[in-house]
């Protein structure tokens, strides 16, 4: 399967090139710092990105401090006047309200992954 994030340790990590340097790079998505590596080939990234985990986790253990950056449970999402028309008049016609509709569609989408 391809990815472009790798896991470990409960945290993800982002798969980027630059084709110009010849390298791969990445940072720890979703947490409240910056936390980066860098590797010449994908075995080699993937090395960096779990030295750079098992790194920032003793440091937040250490610092006393959650490791993650809390979500809200809401967003602002961009769909055009169409496709929100469209989703307003499904979501009436099944007696749903749209962030009711629109919960039902990502929960969808993240169990069909």
Do not use: W
Not at 20 to 35: A, H, R, T, W
Not at 41 to 46: A, K, V, W
Not at 70 to 99: M, W, Y
Request: overall charge negative.
């Amino acid at each position: 399967m391809n990815s472009n994030v790798m896991k470990y340790k409960g945290q993800i990590g982002s798969i980027e090139h630059d084709l110009e340097q010849g390298v791969l790079y990445g940072k720890l998505l979703f947490i409240n710092d910056l936390v980066t590596y860098e590797a010449e080939s994908l075995r080699g990234l993937e090395a960096e990105f779990r030295v750079s985990v098992d790194e920032y986790l003793a440091d937040c253990e250490r610092m006393g401090v959650s490791p993650n950056k809390p979500f809200k449970g809401s967003f602002n999402i961009r769909i055009g006047r169409e496709l929100h028309q469209q989703l307003a008049v499904k979501a009436a016609d099944e007696g749903l309200g749209l962030n009711e509709a629109v919960q039902r569609a990502v929960e969808e989408f993240v169990v069909a992954r």
